[in-house]
């Protein structure tokens, strides 16, 4: 019995991509990790953290900036530093545009408004 090259190569070429997906699919997390600070419940824990600290720099009339409001949150009591261990800037602008277009909204003085009248 007789192989033409052809047939070889294309029989290790499909091998060794069966080998290669496997590879791959079992290195992927497929589990929620233990400090997920992404998900809906972390990231509802933040929204209210952020809506403490943005109400409490409204009320003592301080600046009202991204850069305050990250402040205000990592000095929040509530705010579990162990989870959110990897919450920086970066974050909190994210989370303030989600707020933002959930809520149907433009800017920081919307937000005051809002938190104002649902408080």
């Given at each position: ?18 080998i290669s997906i496997w ?12 400090d997920d600070d992404k ?81």
């Open positions: 019995m007789e192989f033409k090259l052809e047939t070889v190569m294309l029989f290790f070429f499909v091998a060794l991509l069966i590879k791959i699919y079992v290195f992927l997390p497929n589990k929620e990790l233990a998900n809906k419940e972390a990231t509802m824990e933040l929204e209210r953290v952020m809506e403490e600290s943005i109400l409490a720099l409204h009320v003592e009339h301080q600046e009202l900036n991204a850069m305050t409001i990250f402040e205000k949150m990592q000095s929040n009591k509530h705010l579990d530093k162990k989870h959110f261990w990897r919450f920086n800037q970066n974050r909190l602008n994210q989370l303030l545009e989600l707020y933002k277009v959930e809520n149907g909204l433009s800017d920081l003085s919307e937000i005051v408004k809002k938190l104002e009248q649902s408080h």
